[in-house]
């Protein structure tokens, strides 16, 4: 499957995941921190995915405007966009940590992205 495929479909199970009604959403605790590994989780993939959006051909990212592109509007932007929304869900809310969580994974999916080069082209 292609990696453009992928991320938009991570995109919409994000949206889907953290726009849902909390009274929707079944309660299940299986240890402390779970919500917030939860949105680290979330964060992560969606990066991971999206920083290689239409790049072909193995460059220095510092100077790749596309990589930097992808990862301000689908890593960092959804991140914040998605979190802040949640006030607007009935039995949701916006929390500082959760956000503090979602850039955490989204930083680990940048240097996961970079730092894992047997990973970085076979979704391409």
């Known amino acids: 499957?292609?990696?453009?495929?992928?991320?938009w479909a991570?995109?919409?199970a994000c949206t889907v995941a953290m726009l849902t009604p909390g009274s929707s959403l079944p309660h299940v605790s299986v240890f402390r921190f779970q919500d917030k590994l939860i949105h680290f989780f979330l964060f992560f993939v969606l990066t991971y995915l999206a920083v290689g959006l239409g790049i072909k051909e193995k460059r220095n990212f510092i100077v790749n405007t596309r990589f930097w592109i992808?990862?301000?509007?689908?890593?960092?932007?959804?991140s914040v966009v998605l979190e802040?929304?949640?006030h607007l869900i009935p039995y949701r809310s916006f929390d500082l940590k959760d956000l503090l969580f979602n850039a955490l994974g989204v930083f680990s999916g940048l240097f996961g992205y970079l730092y894992r080069p047997t990973c970085k082209f076979i979704l391409d």
């Open 1 to 7: 499957m292609r990696r453009s495929v992928l991320t």
């Open 10 to 12: 991570w995109l919409a």
């Open 70 to 78: 992808n990862f301000a509007l689908l890593g960092l932007l959804p």
């Open 84 to 86: 802040t929304a949640q």
